[in-house]
């Protein structure tokens, strides 16, 4: 038996103001191309997020393979955290909690007098 998956696979749409929508028909094409190179889809991961003047007045969200698709305000690509307000507050806020959570544990090493590793600068031959 084999498995694959897709780890990330994001699809973008740019709608001019008298346009509409094809991210249904894209859904659609890219689950049928996945279906037959027998990948899964997860449906949990499944996110949509609007930007710009159609955030005012949203299309009803996508619904592809029979599951509605989440509309939510951040999500993280690449390592990045993208918000609807195109802010970089979420992201900041990310990178610092993970700073803080890193020190509070380097803190703690040291409190418990963990010493250093030692590393080798030369190397020796015998």
Known sequence: MMHKFVDDTTLSEFIAKSGRSVMNACCD???????EIKMNVNGRKRKEMLLGPIAIDPPPPIPPCGTTVNRVQVFRLIGVHVSSDLKWTEH?????SKAASRLYF????????????????????L
């Open 29 to 35: 094409e890219l689950v049928q191309q996945l279906n």
């Open 92 to 96: 900041v806020d990310a990178i610092t």
């Open 106 to 125: 380097l803190k703690q090493l040291r409190r418990a007098r963990m010493s250093q590793p030692r590393t080798c600068c030369t190397s020796t031959l």
